[in-house]
């Protein structure tokens, strides 16, 4: 989807509920379920996380999936899909974190550095958003994330990823 259709459709259903504006962008989006590319192109190992996480988070929040990338220090990091930044933000441990929306989804890149984009950018799929970070080893975390209704659903990662 171009930032155009998107905004025309944001402005289009502007009157309307958050999850009809989202609809166009969703589905958009889960047509790539299964063949979203990883944000590195090179790295040396892939790991999968999840953890009940039922007494850190709220009951919306029972699982947390994600990918733990280990790569070089530097290795450019890029965006899996078109979408609008809506978070840069820091977590001790994991430097810096970016949000990137795309309609009721949200894919998530952690431990980044050097970062090419801030909140409101527009970024195109591939586009360098930053750097792995030196921190952890070179470890990037990737998520998904289905946010509807005010509840976060953590989406099971490897349903959406395509490994070559």
């Not at 009951?59 to 530097?74: E, V, W, Y």
């Not at 933000?89 to 430097?95: A, L």
């Not at 990037?140 to 209704?149: D, G, L």
Request: include cysteine; glycine fraction near 6%; proline fraction near 4%.
């Amino acid at each position: 989807m171009q930032k155009s259709d998107y905004i025309g459709s944001a402005i289009a259903c502007e009157m309307e509920t958050p999850e009809s504006c989202d609809s166009a962008a969703n589905e958009s989006f889960e047509s790539l379920k299964g063949h979203i590319p990883l944000p590195i192109k090179s790295f040396t190992q892939i790991q999968h996380y999840s953890v009940d996480s039922t007494q850190i988070m709220s009951a919306s929040n029972p699982q947390i999936n994600r990918l733990i990338i280990d790569a070089k220090p530097g290795e450019l990091v890029r965006c899996a899909e078109d979408g609008e930044v809506t978070s840069v933000f820091k977590i001790p441990g994991n430097e810096m974190v970016v949000m990137i929306k795309h309609g009721s989804y949200r894919t998530v890149y952690g431990t980044l550095d050097n970062l090419k984009i801030e909140v409101g950018d527009w970024v195109s799929k591939d586009m360098i958003i930053g750097e792995v970070a030196n921190a952890e080893n070179g470890r990037m975390v990737f998520e998904i994330w289905k946010t509807e209704n005010n509840i976060n659903e953590s989406q099971k990662i490897e349903q959406w990823i395509e490994l070559q």
